[in-house]
């Protein structure tokens, strides 16, 4: 009877690197001139920005009544992507906390570009509800603190009072988590220049000196803010149902949202991270370092959390049913058949239908397939909140006042120019910041073993900066 052999494990990182080539590969796209793809990624990324900063300029100065919001629908486009931003920052938060707790090693490839996609997200869908104030100067009124003008308080009954702490909250402890990772890399991309750029990296990184006992404060450090961002994720996107759950409205008012967004905001921000990966790994040439298996683990969690989307779609549906409440009956009955069936229609088929095929393999492991899947899955998303917010005020208690809404110019110029915004911030950072965790990399490179870098690696040390930094070396 012969011995059962255990399968291999597939290697973290492809082409058997030394610790010295895993440095020079992730830290010399921040040292050498942007190859043509960035050129023109960034040249396109731009563009969509300066039509956000139109888009902006033209809504502070004439107001908010240049978008086609009317008595019937008072949140439009601007709620729906200030929603739909939200739930794309969530899958950073995922994946640098949560995994980092259970120790997946396959996190370490993407952690780095989702904790950007993190911050860079949440900076895009916070302007949406200080935009819809009108007067965006007066945004201070929404923060409680004393002040001179006597008992003016926030309403803290308002769920969009809770937003405020709760999006603030998100991105103070996601921007430490995400800071404190590049710390030891912005040490060694110190070590490796000169002059001033030598003095800005030692300014970031702290005066890191790879000692023990900075190893030790980062590692726990680290464990801490990923046991702080852990409930947030859970916390920040129940908290925006809060938003349409607290209301009395029909289609809205159900228990089943704030598991339901937050299983939503999972799926459309790891469907993102794919986006950003596909992109990145063919831009900087990092396909060696995000490998099939990183675009295979991240799609298993997109077909789970799509289907776990779909389920919620089916008991939203059996609930209003099931109620024999006629106003909520009626609500899904628009949904479907109203006068925006094509949202929902789009909804369905791309958050629900489309994700079904990564039960293939050959599908899970096609890098094609997956980018543009990843853009159906967020599109799906976006069609998501639109059939929330829009269809479900379009049609309220008195058919006197129903109405229809289209976006004007204005308000698809925001949106666009936030992804163009979205996209500078996410090129420029790859350009200052390696996009993979060369310190994370080594360090489980190191604790692990060959089977996760290949048979004929060979570990030995970086050749600069010897007795000062090496980065996986604890």
């Known amino acids: 009877m012969s011995a059962v052999v255990s399968p291999i494990r597939e290697p973290l990182i492809e082409g058997n690197k030394t610790y010295h080539q895993i440095t020079e590969d992730i830290c010399s796209p921040t040292e050498k001139a942007p190859g043509m793809a960035w050129v023109m990624a960034f040249l396109v990324a731009i563009s969509l920005l300066a039509v ?72 895009c869908a916070g302007q949406f509800p200080l935009i819809h104030m009108g007067r965006v100067w007066l945004a201070f009124f929404i923060f409680p603190y004393p002040n001179t003008r006597g008992p003016l308080w926030v309403n803290f009954n308002s769920p969009l009072l809770w937003d405020v702490f709760a999006i603030s909250t998100y991105l103070t402890v996601s921007l430490l988590f995400w800071y404190t990772g590049l710390v030891p890399d912005f040490a060694t991309l110190r070590d490796r220049s000169k002059g001033f750029r030598r003095k800005i990296y030692n300014l970031f990184s702290f005066g890191w000196t790879g000692a023990g006992k900075h190893w030790q404060r980062w590692e726990s ?60 790994r063919k831009i900087l040439k990092l396909q060696q370092y995000i490998t099939l298996e990183h675009i295979e683990s991240m799609n298993k969690v997109i077909l789970l959390t799509g289907t776990m989307v779909g389920v919620a779609y089916l008991t939203e549906l059996f609930i209003s049913w099931y109620s024999g409440y006629i106003y909520e009956q009626y609500a899904f009955y628009n949904r479907v058949l109203g006068p925006y069936w094509w949202s929902y229609v789009g909804m369905m088929a791309c958050n629900v239908i489309s994700p079904q095929f990564f039960w293939v393999k050959k599908y899970r492991r096609s890098v094609v397939f997956t980018f543009f899947m990843s853009i159906f899955v967020n599109i799906g998303m976006w069609f998501e ?12 208690y008195l058919p006197s ?25 996410y090129l420029i950072f790859t350009r200052v910041a390696p996009v993979i965790a060369v310190a994370e990399i080594k360090s489980i490179l190191k604790s692990a073993g060959d089977q996760y870098v290949g048979p004929n690696a060979t570990h030995h040390h970086d050749d600069h900066g010897k007795g000062k930094v090496h980065a996986g070396t604890h």
């Open 401 to 425: 006042s129903w109405s229809y809404y289209a976006p004007t110019w204005v308000e698809i110029g925001l949106f666009v120019g936030t992804l163009g915004l979205f996209f500078t911030l």
């Open 385 to 396: 909140r639109f059939v929330i917010i829009a269809t479900t005020l379009a049609r309220d």
């Open 52 to 123: 956000y900063i139109f888009s902006l300029g033209w809504t502070v100065w004439n107001g908010i009544g240049t978008w086609d919001l009317n008595r019937t629908i008072g949140w439009g486009w601007d709620i729906t992507n200030f929603v739909w931003w939200v739930g794309i920052g969530h899958a950073g938060t995922l994946i640098s906390a949560i995994l980092l707790l259970f120790r997946q090693k396959w996190r370490t490839g993407v952690n780095r570009a989702a904790e950007a996609m993190t911050i860079f997200a949440v900076v």
């Open 221 to 280: 450090l680290s464990l801490i803010l990923a046991g702080l961002s852990t409930p947030l994720v859970l916390s920040v996107h129940t908290i925006v149902s809060f938003d349409f759950a607290t209301s009395v409205i029909p289609g809205w008012h159900t228990t089943i949202f704030p598991p339901y967004f937050v299983a939503g905001a999972i799926f459309s921000g790891f469907a993102m991270v794919q986006t950003l990966m596909v992109i990145t």
